[in-house]
């Protein structure tokens, strides 16, 4: 019944941004972390970010900080990534996964995921 529904992204250029947004249902997120992960072909799926249920806390993995924002309205049950200053190196399918309160970067701590949404970023 749980379903989580990515969108928002596409085909840019480096430098461009893009706001991804992820849609849930059949549960209300207000007391779950929400994670962000990106698998890109022939790679493992990596962790990108996280918010707590709080809002009190985010983690980033390095290679976004200072690019991506994640934020949460749990009135609306959806989570965005700001994705600003986009590099090449960013193409993937860009998932969202519901976690325990405790969760943070790994994925092992995330029980419900969305199908996900592909960016590709042409230099």
């Known amino acids: 019944q749980v379903q989580l529904v990515e969108s928002g992204g596409g085909l840019v250029q480096a430098g461009d941004s893009l706001r991804l947004s992820c849609a849930a249902s059949?549960?209300?997120?207000?007391?779950?972390?929400m994670g962000w992960f990106r698998q890109a072909p022939g790679k493992a799926r990596e962790f990108v970010a996280a918010?707590?249920?709080?809002?009190?806390?985010?983690y980033y993995r390095d290679s976004v900080k200072g690019r991506f924002t994640i934020s949460r309205d749990n009135a609306k049950n959806t989570v965005y990534l700001q994705m600003n200053s986009l590099k090449p190196e960013d193409t993937a399918v860009y998932y969202c996964?519901?976690?325990?309160?405790?969760?943070?970067?790994?994925?092992?701590?995330?029980?419900?995921w969305g199908q996900g949404t592909q960016v590709t970023v042409s230099s």
């Open positions: 996964a519901t976690g325990r309160p405790q969760a943070t970067m790994r994925s092992r701590d995330y029980d419900y």
């Open positions: 059949g549960r209300t997120i207000s007391r779950y972390t």
């Open positions: 918010i707590t249920w709080s809002s009190a806390y985010t």
